[in-house]
């Protein structure tokens, strides 16, 4: 693709100026004023090299480079050289790549030969899958895509939480008040109720949480009908959790949760002792963390069974023998930011100089627009809404609009789908990730707002004009080279530069670990093709005018599939 960097230093290069390429390169600004140009070079730098004043250079600079055909203009105010990138030359440039890279337009190789994992999603068994854990299933899913798209051999990984104490509780629950017909019928919410029962009953007798941890330790040293009831819930769990998983399109490489590390452990614990790690508290194993102000990590329990942390040190050895990542990444909630503290000093600690390379992606809560906090939504309480509800009433009002608007030719069913399960997705990913959100459905289905339905729509708008094109005009803008002047205007020149950058977006979401950077971009690409679409007639009589516009339709329409792909969502052709 055109770099207006590159051709700007090759112009000005020149010995006698004592700059290398890359450091002229450098040099070279975006004025913040669109008058100003748009890029500047200063020539300060110059003076004292060439003995002249940073006017007279830049002057000469302007007189020496103009002639470009990337520039329209170039003209030197006080110490500048201004560059007016010329906007046919421009049009043309990036509407033939786009063409030319179809889908792949956006993508790039940065990350080539190196290995990075994504963990998300990452629920726990036997509890339902509800909508706290919408956020990090749909931002992994997205960095999962970022990462691929920027070239990285990803590896996406669903720590699942099918491991700890909660299984004594309810292998207790189940074994006094289950019946397996039941627990067939509706597993999760039926371990809900029985999960539920435990917490209320347990609180008038407390032998049962004694029972529970004893049943837990069975658990942890094989025995078998512990070990039976365990796999059951896990499977029935699955079952239900891949459900949802199939509705959002997205999958994983690996299930190895919490449990898959339970044999792995005593190598750790063995190796934090030998280190000199460990210390003895109240019959439980610590590391002490006073030293760098944080609670202390309890390795094991008095009763010898592991805990969270401890499992999570053994998966990241794990993770760097077993893939030697490059990255690994855990997109989980800010509400766990001490625990991830504490889990990489003690890797820290332990020597693992590649601790550094484990990075915590944290992301704010979701609370519901009644003003319900998400964790009143309680487990223990059994009062959560339910993820798969949500994403059922999110097609079903799509259907319900799609109705309404009466859209000629379109499958309701499948569209609605696409729709209404984008719609969350895309509002999932709209805003920075740490900041906490309200989640509400006319946010979520406006389509006019900065929302999914909104983009998508324009997406199908743009299909709509191809499709209105003629088959010929049609063959003529694959590839083909026009006169671009037609895309000189206001509107057009504005979305030919959010165009240009994708590949820059896409680049620096992955980078910052924030897919909220490319779904703002695609809001703007929107904007900007419906200002473009309302300004100008593009199917006219002129065979050359109609053709550059369709030309830029077609480039908008692929870049906007690719990044709603990148984002996880689907880009329907009508609706
Ligand atoms: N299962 C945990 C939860 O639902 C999240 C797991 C996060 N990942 C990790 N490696 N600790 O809270």
């Not at 020149?14 to 669109?34: F, K, M, S, V």
């Not at 452990?265 to 280190?275: A, S, V, W």
């Amino acid at each position: 693709m055109v770099d207006f960097k590159d051709i700007i230093a090759n112009e000005i290069y020149d010995e006698a100026l004592g700059l290398t390429l890359e450091e002229i390169r450098n040099l070279i600004e975006i004025p913040a004023d669109e008058k100003m140009g748009d890029y500047a070079f200063p020539c300060f730098r110059l003076a004292k090299a060439l003995r002249k004043a940073p006017q007279m250079i830049a002057a000469d600079i302007a007189a020496r480079v103009s002639g470009n055909e990337a520039f329209a203009k170039v003209e030197n105010v006080n110490a500048y050289v201004n560059f007016f990138i010329d906007r046919a030359f421009f049009a043309g440039q990036v509407v033939t790549e786009v063409a030319d890279k179809g889908a792949a337009y956006g993508r790039s190789d940065e990350g080539k030969g190196r290995k990075v994992i994504v963990e998300y999603s990452s629920p726990n068994i036997a509890k339902p899958f509800h909508i706290g854990h919408i956020r990090s299933t749909v931002i992994g899913n997205a960095l999962y895509k970022l990462y691929d798209a920027v070239g990285f051999d990803v590896v996406r990984i669903n720590h699942l939480g099918d491991y700890g104490t909660q299984f004594g509780k309810m292998i207790v629950a189940y074994r006094k008040w289950g019946s397996e017909e039941e627990l067939a019928k509706d597993p999760i919410k039926t371990l809900l109720k029985y999960y539920t029962r435990f917490h209320k009953e347990a609180k008038e007798d407390p032998s049962l949480e004694d029972e529970a941890r004893e049943t837990f330790v069975r658990l942890e040293a094989g025995e078998p009908e512990e070990v039976e009831l365990w796999k059951k819930f896990r499977e029935l769990s699955l079952t239900e959790f891949n459900r949802v998983y199939d509705m959002l399109g997205i999958t994983f490489d690996s299930y190895a949760g919490e449990s898959f590390y339970s044999d792995k452990m005593p190598r750790f614990i063995q190796e934090l002792k030998d280190k000199g790690l460990l210390i003895q508290s109240q019959g439980a194993q610590i590391v002490d963390l006073e030293e760098y102000g944080m609670s202390p990590a309890m390795i094991t329990k008095s009763d010898g069974s592991s805990l969270y942390v401890t499992r999570d040190i053994a998966a990241a050895v794990y993770r760097k023998e077993h893939y030697d990542f490059y990255k690994c990444i855990y997109v989980v909630a800010s509400q766990q930011n001490l625990h991830f503290k504490q889990w990489k000093k003690v890797l820290e600690l332990m020597g693992y100089e590649w601790q550094k390379d484990c990075i915590h992606v944290p992301f704010g809560l979701v609370s519901l627009s009644d003003g319900d906090d998400i964790k009143m939504m309680s487990t223990r309480e059994g009062t959560v809404v339910f993820l798969e509800d949500v994403l059922n009433t999110a097609v079903e009002k799509t259907a319900e609009i799609m109705r309404e608007k009466q859209t000629q030719g379109v499958d309701i069913d499948t569209v609605s789908k696409e729709v209404g399960i984008g719609a969350v997705i895309f509002q999932e990913l709209s805003n920075n990730r740490i900041k906490d959100y309200v989640f509400s459905w006319d946010k979520v289905l406006n389509f006019d707002g900065e929302t999914g339905p909104y983009v998508q729509y324009t997406h199908a708008r743009a299909s709509s004009v191809l499709r209105n094109a003629s088959e010929a005009d049609l063959a003529a803008i694959r590839g083909g080279n026009f006169d671009w002047s037609y895309l000189e205007s206001d509107s057009a020149y504005a979305l030919v530069k959010l165009l240009y950058r994708v590949p820059e977006v896409v680049l620096e979401a992955a980078d910052k670990y924030e897919p909220s950077i490319l779904t703002r971009h695609l809001v703007d690409i929107a904007q900007s093709f419906n200002k473009f679409y309302h300004d100008e007639h593009i199917l006219v009589d002129d065979e050359n005018e109609k053709l550059a516009k369709l030309a830029l339709v077609s480039a908008s329409r692929t870049v906007i599939a690719n990044c709603l792909g990148l984002l996880g969502i689907k880009a329907p052709e009508r609706m």
